[in-house]
């Protein structure tokens, strides 16, 4: 699925819904391992390794979706791109 926000008025929508999403993916996640551990009542080592990779692997998209959230902010909203753009301390500063 891509997603893209072409205009400023769109955008908070955009992230909006990538927020869901993210947030939709980590419960049907945490779920899925709730009904598991219930449903078998044992944990054998390779479930438990792929457990720990998928929630890692969540919390890097999720890391990368918030880290683009802000670089999109600081690319598509003209408002604070001519704000940066004025005062160039702030851009020294952020990295």
């Not at 692997?57 to 670089?71: D, F, G, N, P």
């Amino acid at each position: 699925m891509r997603l893209s926000c072409p205009s400023t008025f769109w955008w908070p929508l955009c992230v909006t819904f990538m927020i869901k999403y993210v947030f939709l993916c980590i419960h049907c996640f945490v779920v899925a391992d709730a009904e598991g551990i219930s449903a078998t009542g044992v944990w054998d080592s390779m479930s438990v390794r792929h457990a720990f990779i998928r929630k890692v692997y969540l919390i890097l998209a999720v890391q990368l979706l918030i880290t683009t959230s802000i670089i999109a902010v600081f690319t598509f909203v003209e408002p604070v791109r001519l704000f940066v753009v004025q005062n160039p301390a702030i851009y020294w500063a952020s990295l």
